[in-house]
Structures are given as C-alpha cells and as structure tokens.
C-alpha cells in the first residue's frame, strides 16, 4: 500500500513539474546549488536586490542561489581565457561570435551541448529557439553555446537636430548623403556647436562609410567579428559569399567620392579636427548640445533620444541602409551563454537558465529590475521609475535572454518608436547566409594583424578627410596592403566561406 501510494506521489510530482515546464528531478533538487555566473561591463548599482529576488525565486523554482559577476571591457583579453583555465566557480559566462566563442569552445573550454540535454534540462528555451540559431552556434556539427532566442534586428543610424534644420530652412533628410546643407547652417549659425563632433573609436570612419552606403551594396568584412580589418568584403545583396575588395568596383569609386565629400567638410570645419584622439562619443556630445550629430545604432540611441527630450530638442534620425534600403541582420550568436567544460553542476544550470531567458518573471527581474520599485506596467507598457537609476536598462549584461518577450517602453520617443516600426515594416534588416560566419585566423595571423595595423594608420586619415589629395592616399593604401598580405587574407577566408556556405546547405 505505501509502495503504491510513493508511485502516485511521484506520478503526480512528474505531471506538476511538466505543467510548467520544468524537469521532473526531485532527488536532484534536494541538495542546494550555487549558480555563478559572469557578464560583461560594470556591476550596476543596484544589482544586489535583483540578486536578492532572484535568488528567492530560484530557491523556490530550483533550490539554487545565484551569484552574478562581471568582466569588465578593459579586462576582457586577459581575465576571459584566465577565468575558463583556471576551473575557478564558473557555472555560465557570456559568449559571443565577438567574445571569444569560437576561440575558447576550440581550445575545449566549453562543454557540449546536445539536443537531448536541451530538450531535458531547457524545455522552456528549446521550444522556443529555432533550428537555424542553433545550427549558426555549432561547430563541426557540435553545440558549445546557447545562442539568444531574440538576435537583434537593429540598424545603424545617426541623429541630427530637426528643430534646427528647419529653423536654417533645410529640407527634410531621409539620406545621409543630403547632410551637406545641414552641415553648412550649423557652421554658419551655430558657432557653439561642432556640426559633427566624432570620437576615435566608435564614430571614426562613420561619416565616410554612411555616405559611401548611400550608393553600393553593403560589404561586410569577413573579420568584422574579431575587431579587424581587411579591407574586403561580401555583398549583403549577394548569396555566392564572394569577397570583394574595396579597390574593386563598383566600392572604389563610391569610397573616392565618400572619401572626397568628407575632406571637404574636414576643411570646412565640419568634422573636428582632434577625432582620432577625442573620446567623447558623438551621441554623448549631441545630448550636451554640442554636436549637432550624433552616430549610434537603433538601440542603444534610445537613452540618448529620451535626454534630448527632456532639453526640448526635436531630434530626427536618419538610417544608415545601403543603396537598396538594408544592412545585414545579426546573428542570433551575436549573444549567448557557454557553460564551462569544468562546471561543477551543468544540470542545475541549465534549469537555470532555461528560467533566466524564457520564464518571464526572471526575465523582466533580470532587465528591468523589481516590479514596483524599477518600473510598472500600465497599458501595455513598460514605464521606468524616474526615480530610481541603480538599475539602467540594457546596461546589466544579460543582453541573451528573451527580448521578444518585452513590452514597449512609455518613454520611448515617438522617433524611436518609429524607427523600431520601420525596422519590422519596411525590411530594413535581411538575413544573410554568412550571418554566422567565423574565421579561423590561424594561417593568416601575421597578415591580419599587419593589415589591421595599415588601415589603422593609413585608412583612418582617409577616412576623416585629413590626407592633402585622397587619390594618392588610396594608391598608397592600396600598396601597403598588398606589401601587408592581403591576398593572401583574400585567399584563405574565401577558402573557408565556400567551405562555410557548402556545409550549411
């Protein structure tokens, strides 16, 4: 009688655990577990309460405490590789095909993952999760990531005033390429403002670049992923993955007039001179007033957009798209999470981060903070709490979880909120075969690195309008990076995206 009545215990122990998509592992769960986990960036303030409530509901759900650490992005290079040798307690990091995936998962840093233990630790996330995100995470057949279920489909874009430009008369800008005039009245009428005010790292060469983009197919460096660059690149309008160079037309007569407007406005004074030193970010500078552009992307221009509010700006935003109207979407390997191939408690884990990413609760906790405290929903909409700033959204390092799960914000711009409508509606975003794609740089290391240090040194100039005459900065360019190796870079990564494209059909 009590053997039978222990079976129906655990008969109905197995049905509530599989009514809300959890495992049914009682005996694993008696034992408490210390989930340790690591993002990227600063610690936001205010993260020990979210670990408080979260630990709450994973004590409850799971019977496991949580600890978050961070890594910050001057310590990247080093602490990274440090953390996954050592066998410190490490029961999750982040990992992208920008951070370190494909190199740590090669070196046997990360366990694999299989289909099985998805579908039994992670019923929440593989429902969810589509073949073609998986597939983009494997290599040679084998899964070492779990790739976001929401890659972001964002695009690149710059601000500008609006309530100047009609102030000045200027006529309404869908392009950038219709940004001179605009320039023109800024310096002409606004002596306390630079028209644009660029930093050395995220804005240089984006003057350049988003004008020459307005005229070509986008290319895409087959390196871009790693920080480098080649000076090469796949048509995003293309399938074939043929690299082309950007000597080849019809790129090089788009950069000469792109590289020629922007000397024009870097003697005109249009660009400040001191950009391949200036730190400051244009988007920063743009919400002090003294930019009057301002470089970003769909997303992480939206803080900015809300400032600008708050001043009375009436700022309009002008997409960076190619000259069919797109740029490539990202990968969903653009954000993830390894689990470490030395990991105390893999199972236990997963449960967790089958919560963390696709259980709604912990997944608002994780981005937004505490209901009631960091913000509220009314109407069907997010509305932060003004008041309370320990706990930035989007700044906390959990970019993998589910942000298809997210209601809009109440102090999204109507701007913003358009060019997020836009995004979906007009196609802006298309996906591309090579989306995924991964170098291994093993043959070519000394040429990659030569060459990233000539664009560096030679492209940069170029690329902000300082050189005397551009057509002999490009020849000059153009046989320093043959000195450098790039055919032989041209040869090998060719090589690999035809080995790439023909394994994925």
């Known amino acids: ?44 303030q205010g993260l020990p309460a979210i670990t408080a ?24 290079a080093a602490k990274y590789p440090l953390l996954l040798a050592a066998g410190q307690d490490v029961d999750w990091i982040f990992t992208a095909n920008w951070c370190r995936y494909f190199e740590s998962a090669a070196k046997g840093a990360f366990m694999e993952l299989t289909d099985d233990m998805l579908k039994k630790y992670m019923p929440k996330y593989y429902a969810t999760q589509g073949k073609v995100a998986l597939q983009q995470a494997r ?36 392009r950038w390429s219709e940004i001179e005039p605009y320039l023109a009245a800024i310096k002409a009428h606004e002596p306390d403002m630079m028209p644009i005010y660029a930093d050395n790292t995220f804005d240089v ?26 000076g090469l690149g796949f048509n995003i309008q293309e399938t074939s993955g043929k690299l082309y160079s950007m000597f080849d037309e019809p790129y090089i007569s788009a950069i000469k007039k792109s590289a020629n407007m922007v000397k024009t406005w870097y003697d005109k004074g249009y660009l400040n001179k001191d950009v ?22 769909s997303i992480d221009i939206q803080q900015t957009l809300t400032d600008c509010v708050a001043k009375g700006y009436e700022v309009e935003i002008i997409p960076d798209l190619d000259n069919k109207g797109h740029r490539m979407g990202d990968s969903a390997i653009g954000n993830g999470v390894a689990i470490p191939a030395f990991a105390k408690n893999p199972e236990r884990t997963m449960m967790f981060l089958d919560r963390l990413m696709e259980d709604k609760a912990y997944n608002y906790l994780i981005y937004f903070g505490i209901e009631g405290k960091h913000y509220t929903i009314k109407d069907g909409k997010i509305a932060l709490n003004p008041a309370i700033s320990d706990y930035p959204v989007d700044a906390a390092g959990f970019w993998f979880t589910d942000k298809n799960q997210f209601l809009p914000l ?50 940069q100039s170029i690329e902000v309008g300082s050189v005397p005459d551009v057509e002999a ?7 320093k990076l043959k000195a450098a190796g790039v055919d032989a870079i041209q040869a090998e990564c060719q090589r690999q995206i035809n080995a790439y494209l023909t394994a994925s059909k």
């Open 139 to 174: 290599i040679n057949g084998k899964l070492y990531m779990l790739p976001t279920t929401s890659p972001d489909k964002k695009v690149d874009v710059a601000i500008i005033r609006g309530d100047l430009r009609k102030k000045y008369g200027i006529p309404e800008i869908k």
């Open 276 to 297: 391949l030193a200036n730190k400051v970010r244009s988007k920063e500078a743009f919400a002090q007033g003294k930019s009057a552009v301002g470089f970003g992307n």
């Open 1 to 44: 009688m009590k053997r039978q009545r222990a079976i129906v215990i655990a008969a109905a122990a197995l049905v509530a655990a599989l009514a809300i998509g959890q495992p049914a592992f009682a005996d694993d769960l008696k034992k408490e577990v210390k989930i340790v986990g690591y993002v990227l960036g600063d610690a936001p």
């Open 205 to 230: 060469g984006r003057p350049m670049a988003y004008y020459e983009d307005c005229f070509v197919p986008i290319l895409v460096d087959p390196l871009a992923s790693t920080g480098s660059g080649t």
């Open 473 to 479: 900065a490009l020849k000059s360019l153009q046989q």
């Open 53 to 76: 409530e979260m630990n709450k509901k994973a004590k409850a759900d799971l019977n496991v405490s949580v600890e978050f650490n961070y890594i910050g992005w001057g310590d990247l």
């Open 410 to 459: 109440s102090n999204w711009t109507p701007q913003y909120a358009a060019i997020k409508s836009d995004i979906a509606k007009k196609g802006y975003v298309v996906d591309h075969p090579l989306s995924a794609l991964n170098i291994d740089t093993t043959a070519i290391k000394n040429e990659v690195a030569t060459v990233n240090q000539v664009l560096i040194q030679y492209y």
